[in-house]
């Protein structure tokens, strides 16, 4: 080992530095949950009342629509929701 650290030039205590800081890093990345990490979009308050609001409408429209389909499945198969 030390004729490599001599051909390199480096001394014993730059390889301990080396490892320490290895082993540091290390450890710190594997105490992050995995995944990549989530970021909060900002947005103004304008715009999220916006979305709010079309969320609202479309969830809406979409009750509606699970209505009228259940009326026409009635309507055309009898009453049965096997279809």
């Known amino acids: 080992m030390g004729e490599i650290l001599r051909r ?3 001394f ?4 301990a530095r080396i490892r ?3 082993k540091e890093g290390a450890l710190l990345r594997l105490s992050v949950k995995p995944g990549r990490a989530k970021e909060q979009p900002n947005v103004s308050a304008e715009a999220y ?3 709010k609001n079309e969320l609202q409408q479309k969830e809406r ?10 009326i026409l499945r009635k309507k055309t ?5 096997d279809r």
Do not use: R
């Open 61 to 70: 429209a979409l009750a509606d629509q699970a209505v009228e389909l259940a």
């Open 12 to 15: 014993s205590t730059d390889l």
């Open 77 to 81: 198969s009898g009453g049965s929701w």
């Open 49 to 51: 009342e916006a979305l």
């Open 20 to 22: 320490q800081q290895v």
């Open 8 to 10: 390199e030039g480096l």
